[in-house]
């Protein structure tokens, strides 16, 4: 296959295009790509159809009748493609003697994204992760856009009330409990430490707003229109919106993305009024640290707000149904996690059923008994922390009155292209089946519009990475160890742990380790789990690796930095086929 040197320019009169350079094959998909590139900058700049300059040299044979090689089925798969963008071009034909440089002007325009229109080609219900991510992505592809979202705040529970304001408020736990018990062994004496709540909070509400500020501007950047309001649908491509100023409007769009997100679930019997008995969002914003504090469920949200009041001063117990605390995650690194968080005083009832809350008091009683059966006991608490899940928030949206199906839990059934079983209507994130994780609906939301764009979208579910952000940290990708015996799959296992990273100890911070599963055959790596400090952050090595289906030997033989805590990743990746070197 010969190649030619192509270099175009776009001309504008406003805005200036560098000159590109690259290679492309001798044949009409040269052409087809220029014009995806055009088309693609065109849209996302809001401009009218551009002017191209090609510069070919030597000369290429553009004109389909003067091109030997091309075959029937070629042309009609390239002229379809160009269909499709609504993109129509001039040719001229040329002889290969010619030397200098050909000059093509080609006038481009594509059907979608139309300003004069009313119709949108993607609305979007939800500002959430999934939502606001679907947005800017479908306004990037040349789709014109609009985002309706009844908080009348960007980023969803996420931003508003979730992981933002959760992690701001870990960390903010952490320093003063670091300050408070960690300082003086470093050589910093402090003569008092003490929580200033409500300046713990402003930082906290203060981050959220600052990112919320952010996304709008991000819209504004990207020209999505953004509808604060309830919106529920009026048909397969009509959605009705009480706007939060108290009016009413009709958003019109050929693809509607249901992004909704999720909502507390509670458990029966239990009234969340927000105040002794909260959900994780009242948990957030408690006006003291409370003297006793019981946590109903040891899943990532409740270990998370327990570790931050427990930090505080809290007594924390955890009360849980299930055998385990967080049932999805390794066994081992799981039976580890629990002991550092009882090191932390964090008490654990587990295998523990919640009978009755009694909120009538000063404070809050709650019954309980084992989940088999057994004697009552009852607790008393300042507060009650539900944390027993998420409920998909797919209720008052009218997606009967269109016929989209649901399950028994409310979740949207889609295909894999993130398509209900109605025409035009899609929907992402927690709305669907699927770990519910804001990184996830976010990658939802970049398939499903480059689905809707005609482009290939693709999530594996598989190889989503979790992590339970308290201290220290776990984080997880691909397979535990539970998963692979029930399989049946033959593994190795490597280990190493942080006790042993130079890193790790010269910081003083060297609790846990990094464990690696990989196949017994090939070495391909099928799950990755660490416990410590920032392993949210480490994870993501194993994330690639997994996703390019890389062995351990593979990690092993990459250099990386001395002195790192990433050095144990290398050091269990070498035990998982080797030995390592350090321990």
């Known amino acids: 296959m010969r190649f030619w040197k192509l270099k175009y320019v776009l001309n504008q009169q406003v805005d200036k295009f560098s000159i590109i350079q690259r290679n492309y094959s001798h044949n009409i998909w040269s052409i087809v790509e220029i014009f995806n590139i055009i088309c693609d900058y065109k849209n996302k700049k809001g401009l009218k159809p551009l002017s191209l300059a090609l510069y070919i040299s030597p000369a290429l044979f553009i004109s389909t009748k003067s091109q030997p090689s091309f075959s029937l089925s070629n042309k009609k798969m390239a002229m379809a493609n160009l269909a499709r963008r609504k993109a129509y071009f001039l040719t001229r034909n040329v002889t290969s003697s010619h030397t200098d440089a050909l000059k093509f002007s080609f006038s481009l325009s594509r059907g979608f994204a139309s300003s004069g229109s009313d119709e949108n080609d993607v609305v979007v219900i939800g500002g959430g992760p999934g939502g606001y991510v679907a947005a800017i992505k479908a306004a990037q592809l040349g789709l014109k856009t609009t ?45 008092s430490v003490e929580v200033d709540l409500p300046a713990m909070l402003a930082q906290k509400d203060n981050a959220v707003k600052n990112l919320t500020r952010g996304i709008e501007g ?59 008995i909260v959900s994780s969002t009242g948990a957030l914003s408690l006006s003291e640290v409370p003297k006793k504090l019981i946590v109903i469920g040891a899943g990532y949200i409740g270990l998370e707000m327990g570790s931050v009041w427990g930090r505080l001063g809290s007594e924390v117990t955890v009360v849980e149904f299930a055998a385990d605390i967080v049932p999805s995650m ?122 809707i764009a005609g482009k290939h979208g693709h999530v594996d579910y598989d190889k989503v990475p979790g992590v339970v952000y308290t201290h220290p940290e776990v984080a997880s990708v691909g397979k535990t160890e539970e998963q692979l015996k029930k399989d049946g799959v033959s593994y190795r296992v490597g280990k190493f742990p942080f006790m042993a990273n130079s890193r790790a100890k010269a910081i003083d911070n060297a609790e846990g380790l990094v464990k690696i599963l990989a196949d017994k055959e090939t070495d391909k790596i099928l799950g990755v789990h660490i416990m410590s400090p920032n392993a949210g952050e480490l994870i993501h090595e194993a994330v690639l690796a997994i996703n390019y289906d890389a062995s351990s030997e593979d990690i092993a033989r990459v250099c990386h930095a001395h002195p790192t805590m990433s050095e144990a990743l290398k050091e269990a990746a070498m035990a998982t086929y080797d030995k390592p070197i350090h321990i």
């Open 147 to 191: 985002c309706i979202e009844k908080r009348g705040a960007l980023g969803g529970t996420c931003l508003n009330v979730g992981c933002i304001p959760s992690k701001a408020l870990l960390h903010s736990s952490h320093m003063y409990h670091e300050a408070k018990h960690a300082f003086a062994h470093h050589g910093i004496k402090l003569a």
């Open 330 to 451: 390794d066994g081992e690194i799981r039976k580890q996690f629990q002991r550092s968080l009882e090191k932390q005083k964090m008490k654990f009832m587990l295998k523990t059923k919640v009978v009755s809350v009694d909120a009538s008091g000063d404070g809050v009683n709650l019954t309980v008994e084992p989940s088999e059966g057994g004697d009552q006991t009852t607790l008393e608490a300042d507060v009650v922390l539900v944390s027993a899940g998420r409920t998909p928030f797919t209720s008052g949206l009218d997606l009967e009155k269109i016929g989209v199906e649901t399950d028994k839990g409310g979740r949207i059934l889609v295909n894999e292209r993130f398509l209900t079983n109605v025409s035009g209507v899609y929907a992402i994130g927690d709305v669907i089946p699927g770990p519910m994780l804001a990184h996830k609906a976010e990658e939802d939301g970049v398939a499903c519009v480059e689905f």
């Open 218 to 276: 991000l819209f504004k950047k990207n020209k999505v229109t953004y509808v604060k309001g309830y919106g529920k649908f009026l048909s397969p491509n009509e959605v009705s919106v009480e706007t939060i100023d108290g009016g009413n409007t009709v958003v019109k769009g050929k693809h509607i993305i249901v992004a909704t997100g999720s909502d507390v679930k509670s458990l029966p019997g239990i009234t969340i009024d927000e105040k002794k």
